[in-house]
């Protein structure tokens, strides 16, 4: 069984601040990772991914990956209001052909101004 | 790039009756193509997995008879619910997996919201 742990939050920052998430797997050999927001009521869009070790940066983004802790975190800076969603890390596991996600139960953010 | 289109975007209809929902890639050729359903405030649940030609693989407690999956081509798919019934009121989202800069990455259509009467 693979595993994808998140904090459900909720998570509440001032316009500003950053934003932290934070997402654990179970399945070491996991090979690919997603961040996406979920605005309620909507379907999830893509905010980044990540492969390797290390920092990724997209604009106010930044994904974090330790395959050796099998932690992966998203930073959101100069949080906005319009960043309150619901925050889904997705993996795919080891040795996925069809590249199945297997998400976590999210994260609700909220940013107040 | 990499959008993906759902229609309709909502229905409603009679229990009993059937309900077709397509899920196209406008601009990529998707490898595989996914059928979730959420209910309010849940968690996505993954229903089945389709290549384009293939049997679609259920995930276990989905009913095949029911939800009638065929992959068309590399650009369409669609979900047909036989004999609806109120149970089965839910958000619907398709997921293409492709796009030119990962193909490993899903990308979400924006949903079909589907209620039973």
């Known amino acids: 069984q693979k595993e994808v742990e998140q904090n459900s939050g909720p998570l509440s920052v001032p316009e500003g601040a950053i934003a932290s998430l934070n997402c654990t797997y179970s399945?070491?050999?996991?090979?690919?990772f997603f961040w996406y927001r979920q605005y309620s009521g909507k379907s999830p869009e893509l905010i980044m991914f990540?492969?390797?070790?290390g920092d990724k940066e997209d604009g106010r983004f930044t994904a974090q990956l330790n395959k050796a802790s099998q932690y992966v975190s998203l930073l959101i800076r100069d949080s906005q209001p319009s960043d309150s969603a619901t925050y889904l890390c997705?993996?795919?596991?080891?040795?996925?052909?069809?590249?199945?996600?297997?998400f976590g139960r999210g994260t609700q953010l909220t940013v107040w101004p | 790039g990499a959008v993906v289109s759902q229609h309709p975007s909502w229905v409603i209809c009679k229990s009993g009756t059937s309900v077709k929902i397509e899920c196209r890639s406008l601009?990529?050729?998707?490898?595989?193509m996914f059928w979730y359903r959420q209910f309010p405030k849940q968690s996505l649940m993954l229903m089945a997995t389709?290549?384009?030609?293939?049997?679609?693989?259920?995930e276990q407690g989905v009913e095949k008879d029911k939800f009638l999956i065929n992959h068309a081509s590399l650009t369409l798919s669609t979900l047909t619910v036989t004999s609806a019934h109120p149970e089965d009121s839910s958000f619907y989202i398709c997921?293409?997996?492709?796009?030119?800069?990962?193909?490993?990455?899903?990308?979400f259509g924006p949903g079909t919201r589907l209620t039973v009467l």
């Open positions: 399945d070491r050999g996991s090979q690919s």
């Open positions: 389709s290549n384009e030609g293939s049997k679609a693989t259920y």
């Open positions: 997705a993996v795919i596991g080891r040795g996925s052909t069809l590249g199945r996600l297997y």
């Open positions: 990540i492969y390797s070790n």
């Open positions: 601009d990529f050729q998707a490898t595989t």
């Open positions: 997921s293409a997996r492709g796009g030119t800069t990962n193909t490993d990455t899903q990308y």
